[in-house]
C-alpha cells in the first residue's frame, strides 16, 4: 500500500539555520503530496503541496519540489525562525480513490533555540 | 476561513463507557475524516464520510462507529471505552474532488481510566 517515510526527530537548530526534513514516498499511480504543520496545542495546518512531478510548493519561506524520480519531497527553509518550532507532517493523497484519503508520515519535531 | 470545531479539548472516561467525540465544519464540506494522533505512530485513519450517512472505514476501525445525520456534523463514537483508545482525537473536513486540502479542528485528548 501507498506509505509515507520522514526523517526521525527531533531537529534542532539555532535561529536562521538552513532546514531540511526528508520525506519518501510509496505510492501506485499519481499522487499529490502535502506538507503539514501542527503548532503546540492545535490540529494541523496545511504549509504547502503540489501535485504533480517537478511542481514545487511555497508558503512562508518553506520550499518542497515533488521528484518523482526519487519519489521525494523534501521540505525546505533558507533561515529558520524560533516561531516555526512545531511538528511537520508529510503526506500523500491518492487521486484515484475519489475521497482525498491522505496518508501521513510519523512527523518530525523541529525545535529552533533563539 | 475554514473552521471546523471539536466540541472537547479534553475528556476523561472510564474503562466501558461509551463516548461520543463532535466535530462540527461550517463550510458545507463533502468529506469529513476521524483520526487518532499516537507518538511515533503520525495520524491514523479511523473512519470517513462522503456525504450525509455514509461512511467508510479508514485504517483502524475496530472499537469505533460513527455517525453523519447532517452535512455540517461527523460524531466518533467509542462503543466500549477501553485504555488503550487513550489518544488525541483529530477531526477534518475537506471539499470533494482532486487535490483538496484537509482542514483540521484542534483535537480533543481522551484520557481512557
Known amino acids: 500500500g501507498n506509505s509515507v517515510t520522514q526523517m526521525e526527530g527531533p531537529v534542532t537548530l539555532s535561529e536562521e539555520a538552513f532546514l531540511t526534513i526528508n520525506c519518501t514516498y510509496t505510492?501506485?499511480?499519481?499522487?499529490?503530496l502535502f506538507w503539514y504543520v501542527q503548532y503546540p496545542g492545535e490540529g494541523l495546518q496545511l504549509l504547502l503541496k503540489a501535485t504533480k512531478a517537478d511542481d514545487k510548493g511555497s508558503n512562508k519561506g518553506f520550499e518542497a519540489t515533488y521528484r518523482k524520480e526519487t519519489t521525494s519531497f523534501h521540505l525546505e527553509k533558507g533561515s529558520v525562525q524560533v516561531s516555526d518550532s512545531a511538528v511537520y507532517f508529510c503526506?500523500?493523497?491518492?487521486?484515484?480513490?475519489?475521497?482525498?484519503?491522505?496518508?501521513f508520515g510519523t512527523g518530525t519535531r523541529l525545535l529552533v533555540s533563539p | 476561513d475554514v473552521k471546523v470545531t471539536q466540541s472537547s479539548r479534553y475528556l476523561v472516561k472510564r474503562t466501558g463507557e461509551k463516548v461520543f467525540l463532535e466535530c462540527v465544519q461550517d463550510m458545507d464540506h463533502e468529506n469529513m475524516f476521524w483520526y487518532r494522533q499516537d507518538p511515533g505512530l503520525g495520524l491514523r485513519l479511523i473512519y470517513f464520510s462522503y456525504d450525509v450517512k455514509m461512511k467508510e472505514k479508514g485504517d483502524i476501525p475496530e472499537g469505533y462507529s460513527v455517525s453523519r445525520e447532517k452535512k455540517e456534523r461527523f460524531s466518533l463514537i467509542l462503543e466500549s471505552a477501553s485504555t488503550n483508545q487513550t489518544s488525541m482525537y483529530l477531526c477534518?473536513?475537506?471539499?470533494?474532488?482532486?487535490?483538496?486540502?484537509?482542514?483540521f479542528g484542534d483535537g480533543t485528548r481522551l484520557s481512557i481510566l
Open positions: 477534518a473536513s475537506s471539499k470533494s474532488g482532486g487535490n483538496q486540502p484537509q482542514h
Open positions: 505510492a501506485t499511480g499519481y499522487p499529490s
Open positions: 503526506a500523500l493523497s491518492d487521486n484515484y480513490t475519489g475521497f482525498q484519503k491522505l496518508v
